[in-house]
């Protein structure tokens, strides 16, 4: 089956904003970058670095290169956890994870669950959904 829509089909003045930018260097989605000629491309994340994937990290840099050089650290702002808690626009916090296994049965039914949640997510990340309701163009 064709695909119903192609990023190439937008104006060059569509802006495309990635939320969880690293995600766009995930290798399913790497792939498509040099297929996307789009003018106006904004990267957000908490975390810009994928971790234990430089090559991935630099392929998002260069993604959102804007042409003045090498994209690299401090990025166009960079507001680290560690100035927000000196800041107090978040409390300190300890972290502790705590590992669980689970049940057979409760691994079928996570399984179940987790199948369920990712149809709706794709249902919900369809380029049709999106370009009906979230797209921007100049």
């Given at each position: 089956m064709a695909p119903i829509?192609?990023?190439?089909?937008?104006p060059r003045t569509t802006l495309l904003l990635a939320d969880e930018a690293y995600n766009i260097a995930s290798s399913s989605v790497a792939k498509l970058l040099d297929t996307i000629h789009?003018?106006?491309c904004i990267g957000l994340s908490t975390t810009p670095k994928r971790?234990?994937?430089?090559?991935?990290?630099?392929?998002?840099e260069a993604f959102f290169n804007d042409g003045?050089?090498?994209?690299?650290?401090p990025y166009i702002y960079n507001f680290p956890m560690e100035r927000a808690i000196d800041e107090g626009i978040l409390c300190p916090y300890y972290y502790f994870p705590k590992i669980v296994s689970l049940t057979p049965d409760e691994m079928v039914h996570y399984a179940e669950i987790s199948t369920k949640l990712a149809k709706a997510y794709i249902t919900f990340l369809s380029p049709n959904f999106?370009?009906?309701n979230y797209a921007l163009s100049a």
């Open positions: 829509f192609s990023i190439a089909s937008l789009l003018m106006k971790i234990y994937d430089p090559e991935g990290s630099e392929k998002m003045n050089g090498p994209a690299h650290e999106i370009l009906q």
